[in-house]
């Protein structure tokens, strides 16, 4: 899943909001009004189930933060005080915070966030009046004292990774207690292994004996998924074609049951949908939260298929062969045969769970390995969250502040925006589904540097294809300057601009983060006898340069080979190594002059955005015969709104 680089500006008469390092936009749903009504009754009742699961990902996050959202969203609705103080500005900022987290903990960093400018003598009282006095002693505990929960998701070596996160996807289990319990659940030699540990949570009962909560109907988040479950059962009455129809209500068994063998039978059926306008991401997906890689949190993207920008993503998928037949990596390591690639690009209708507010560009599903191979994949672009991007990055002075020259200013805002699709297109409708692993290799070897690698696995391969001569022959680069100013924007954001994200001395914890600077800082150090890539000192200030952008494309393929090496043989010492030494820690110098001159920008590194509200039409006897959609809610309006309708745990 690629995740956007560098933050837009304000600029963008979408906005909504904007506080502390956060701003929220709007997205419009183009296409909505073309959809027949059939379609966008299918829409709207995919989009409900999308929401019905924002709890499940508040709660995976972290045991408390359910609580700490409803008695501040109690204060909130009630308060009769004076709303303009520093004071109540102060926890309003920090209730916008923890719904743009799902939590109290920061989306990307994972650190949690400080309570800033609010005083515990404010919160108290009012948390007295909506809260029982142990729920008030838990919530001023963990707001205040920063060494409760100091971090979601803790990720390295040489300590143990489950005792040192506060994310609730384990319980009273250490690290080699649930790295033991997996491995015993492997089957050696399994061409068809499930995703062990996907959807539950691994507990430790009062016997010292380890066992899963099942995420299931009946189970843990049962009551959401009921929901959720029944917005499918809906769906599936209006679903385009049976092919469709089957998909949904294999995903509703898989949430009635848990069995991980209905959830792969679902992804055969969803991979193998190319053809339905409307579509959708349902279910316990990515494993980025889980220090050790086996868990995924909840998430839902509700979507309807950008014809015209497809065409471009359907020329990449139908010369997937020739694309992994000229890849640089070992010839062991490539697919003899690349079956059901299929790309699209989507207009975002609605997002959920861990997709919401903080949208990806881009998406590549389903995640096993085996899955890929004898089934294929799906990639989907996210064109009209793009588009919000690009629109608003116009007139941020971002380039002005960090290009060093004219010409390279020039060159990133004429061809900036049709790279960065580009690259997202190659990372997800290639990079993600492109080379094999070797016999007997699992593919959760890698545990918690597996993400990182992957991620970086997936840009390598769009880097090293995005200045190939094969692009130009399918005519979708125009110019060799478009590769050029790809080359450009990576490297400078991995070595220097991505730090805005990241707090002073702190380390990079952020799957794609950690890639791109693993990716960046290894290319300066082996191309330093040559200086390929080189960070240059002007009038006070750092930039980057690329001298010999041949050269630099030769240390991608370098690295593409190394990393797929590392994957395909699920060489998890070699991964470890690359991972620590280029990509965590982080320059302290370096970083203080980026975030000095971010600052003097006035912009707000992350973004996200709020859903349009798609509403039901109904007839005279009450069936729903068609929607349509509002884009009038506010951000705050939104997200109470959503707890009011769709808090089921």
Not at 147 to 161: E, I, L
Not at 545 to 561: E, G, K, V
């Amino acid at each position: 899943m690629l995740q956007p680089q560098t933050a837009p500006s304000a600029t963008d008469p979408w906005l909504v909001d904007r506080f502390a390092d956060i701003k929220v936009l709007r997205y419009q749903i183009d296409g909505f009004d073309e959809l027949a009504p059939r379609q966008r009754v299918l829409l709207y009742y995919l989009s409900r189930a999308a929401l019905c699961g924002r709890d499940i990902v508040y709660d995976q996050n972290y045991a408390h933060n359910i609580l700490i959202r409803r008695c501040l969203e109690r204060i909130y609705a009630s308060y009769t005080g004076d709303r303009r103080s520093e004071q109540w500005s102060a926890l309003e900022v920090y209730l916008k915070r923890l719904w743009f987290a799902n939590g109290i903990h920061h989306h990307y960093s994972t650190d949690k966030f400080a309570p800033t400018g609010l005083s515990k003598d404010f919160v108290a009282p009012m948390l007295r009046d909506v809260a029982s006095p142990d729920e008030v002693r838990c919530v001023l505990s963990i707001m205040f004292d920063p060494s409760v929960a100091p971090r979601r998701m803790a990720q390295g070596a040489g300590f143990d990774m489950l005792a040192a996160s506060a994310c609730n996807l384990y319980h009273g289990v250490s690290q080699p207690e649930a790295e033991a319990f997996y491995a015993a659940m492997q089957r050696p030699g399994d061409p068809q292994p499930i995703s062990v540990g996907l959807n539950s949570q691994l507990a430790k009962g009062p016997d010292g004996r380890l066992f899963e909560r099942v995420w299931r109907v009946g189970g843990m988040y049962g009551h959401a998924l009921e929901r959720v479950v029944q917005w499918l059962v809906l769906a599936a009455t209006v679903a385009e074609s049976p092919l469709q129809q089957r998909t949904i209500k294999m995903l509703a068994d898989f949430y009635r049951t848990g069995d991980l063998r209905t959830f792969d039978e679902y992804n055969m059926l969803w991979v193998s949908d190319t053809e339905s306008k409307v579509d959708f991401v349902n279910g316990f997906i990515e494993t980025y939260a889980d220090p050790l890689g086996y868990k995924a949190t909840w998430e839902s993207v509700v979507s309807i298929r950008d014809d015209q920008a497809t065409r471009r993503t359907q020329l990449l998928a139908r010369h997937a062969q020739w694309f992994e037949d000229h890849s640089p990596i070992d010839p062991q390591f490539k697919k003899p045969h690349v079956t059901g690639v299929s790309a699209k690009a989507i207009t975002l209708a609605q997002l959920g769970g861990d997709c919401y507010p903080a949208s990806p560009l881009g998406i590549n599903l389903p995640n096993a390995d085996w899955l890929r191979q004898q089934h294929g994949s799906k990639s989907v672009s996210l064109t009209n969250v793009a588009h919000a991007h690009e629109q608003a990055a116009l007139g941020s002075g971002f380039e002005q502040e960090f290009g060093l020259s004219p010409e390279l200013i020039a060159r990133a805002q004429r061809y900036g925006a049709m790279a960065s699709r580009l690259h997202t297109d190659l990372h997800e409708c290639l990079g993600h589904g492109s080379g094999q692993l070797a016999p007997g290799v699992r593919g959760d070897e890698l545990k918690n540097y597996a993400s990182t690698l992957e991620e970086a696995r997936a840009d390598l391969f769009a880097l090293y294809y995005i200045a190939d001569p094969k692009l130009q022959e399918l005519g979708l680069v125009p110019s060799a300057e478009l590769p050029r100013a790809e080359y450009d924007r990576y490297i400078r954001n991995g070595l220097m601009t991505q730090l805005v994200r990241i707090a002073p001395g702190a380390c990079i914890e952020q799957a794609h983060m950690r890639n791109r600077q693993l990716i960046a800082r290894w290319c300066l150090e082996h191309g330093q006898p040559e200086q390929v890539v080189e960070l240059r000192q002007r009038g006070g200030k750092t930039y980057t340069i690329i001298n010999n952008y041949d050269r630099l494309r030769d240390l991608f393929a370098q690295l593409l080979r190394e990393v797929q090496r590392i994957k395909s043989t699920g060489d998890y010492a070699s991964g470890r190594d690359l991972v620590e030494r280029y990509a965590v820690r982080v320059d302290a110098q370096l970083h203080r002059e980026v975030l000095a001159r971010y600052a003097a920008l006035g912009d707000a590194p992350y973004t996200g955005f709020v859903n349009p509200c798609i509403e039901p039409v109904r007839s005279a006897s009450g069936l729903v015969v068609d929607a349509r959609v509002d884009y009038s809610e506010g951000y705050a309006e939104q997200m109470m709104r959503y707890s009011q309708q769709f808090s089921y745990l």
